[in-house]
Structures are given as C-alpha cells and as structure tokens.
C-alpha cells in the first residue's frame, strides 16, 4: 500500500511570510501532483512533476521533486491572504492506473 | 469544454435510500475516475475507468457501490442503501491516458449527506 505522509497539518502565518510544505512517501512514484482545495469544491491542479530533482516554479509558488521520486516540495515565498485553503500532493503510478495517491493534506492559512 | 462537471452538487437523503451521481469528464479524456473525501482528510481512491472498462475498485467500494460509464463518456455512481457512514463529498476526476504524467482534473464534487 501506498501512503503519501504531508506536513504540517496545519499552518498559521502573517501574510509576507514565507512557508514551505512536505510530501514524503516510501514509495517511488510515476509523477506526482500538487491540488488546492477550496471548502466545498474539488481540487485544483497546480502542477505536475515527473522527473526526479525536477523543480517548477509557479510565480510566487516553487515545487519540487525528490531526486527518488518519493518526495516532494512546496515553497511558498511572501505569502498572501489569497494562498489561504488546503494544499494536497497526490501520486500516481503509471504501471497501476495512475491511480492517484493523495496525502491528508495541509490546511494553510494566511492571515492580514 | 469548461471541464469535469458532477451533477447534483449537494444531497440529502435518509439512511436506506438509494443515490445516484453524474460525472462528465472532460471531453477527450478516456480515463474516468471516482474518489471519496471525508472532512479533514485527502480524497481516496474508489474507482476508474478506460473508456467504458472499469478496470480497478478499491476495497472501500462495498457491495452497496455501483458504477458504470456505458459509453465511455458520463459515468455514474450508485449507492443503494445509503448509511451514515456513507456522507462525504464524491469527487470525479478524468485523464488522458499516456506517457508519464498521471495529470487528472476534478470536477466540483457531489456532497452527499445522509440523515
């Protein structure tokens, strides 16, 4: 069985700070996804990373991927208010479906 | 095409009563998945298909979980006998199948409450 471990759980932070969030796993992955959810709606895709050491940057958003392919990144510089929600990785597997993984998630809020 | 559209948004039903879902994926995506999130936990795995193949279940679908995607395009989600237990928001989310990436794209999600 596959399991994606995220941390923190939760995060409170001052907007303009910076914060960075962790996906670990003991499993190798195909690639794996960062979502962010909004309360009530599904998740929306940020980014996809395929390759191991591989880093992208979403303006003021850096993910990165394990050089194992079993972990993963993400860093967030100066943060905003509107950055607030839940941030899920998610693995998949080629080889099985690519039956997404997901982590527990990280409820991150960014107050004024 | 706007994306993967689930239809209703939010149900109520009572324990015992039978539920049905809708997904639309996104149009040329032949890879159609169900997962279920409970609140304060990430989404889980229940099932998907390949065109109109259902190719894998977890073991968190139950007897009571029924799916289909006859033509390969919508797909449905039944649940018969509905229990308390049953209440989270069922999400759908669909892909194109090849090269590396597992890249999927969720629609809004399906609450379902039972009382």
């Known amino acids: 069985t596959q399991l994606l471990e995220q941390s923190p759980q939760f995060l409170s932070i001052q907007e303009g700070e910076n914060l960075t969030v962790y996906c670990n796993s003991s499993?190798?992955?195909?690639?794996l996804q960062w979502y962010r959810q909004e309360p009530g709606e599904g998740p929306v895709l940020l980014v996809t990373v395929v390759t191991g050491g591989e880093v992208k940057k979403l303006k003021r958003l850096t993910f990165q991927f394990g050089d194992a392919r079993k972990d993963s990144s993400l860093h967030i510089t100066a943060a905003q208010t509107g950055d607030t929600g839940l941030y899920l990785c998610a693995g998949g597997v080629t080889s099985a479906g690519n039956m997404l993984t997901f982590g527990g998630g990280t409820r991150l809020m960014v107050k004024p | 095409d706007t994306g993967v559209s689930q239809d209703p948004r939010h149900k109520i039903t009572k324990r015992g009563q039978n539920v049905t879902f809708r997904c639309d994926p996104i149009?040329?995506?032949?890879?159609l998945y169900w997962y279920r999130q409970t609140l304060g936990q990430g989404p889980e795995f229940l099932t998907y298909f390949q065109n109109e193949a259902q190719l894998e279940k977890s073991r968190l679908l139950s007897d009571r979980f029924s799916a289909e995607r006859p033509k390969g395009s919508f797909s449905t989600l039944e649940i018969q006998r509905t229990e308390q237990g049953d209440s989270a928001m069922y999400l759908c989310?669909?892909?194109?199948?090849?090269?590396?990436?597992?890249?999927?794209?969720f629609g809004q999600g399906t609450r379902l409450t039972v009382v």
């Open positions: 499993s190798v992955f195909s690639s």
């Open positions: 989310a669909s892909s194109l199948q090849g090269g590396t990436s597992t890249e999927a794209f």
């Open positions: 149009s040329e995506h032949n890879r």
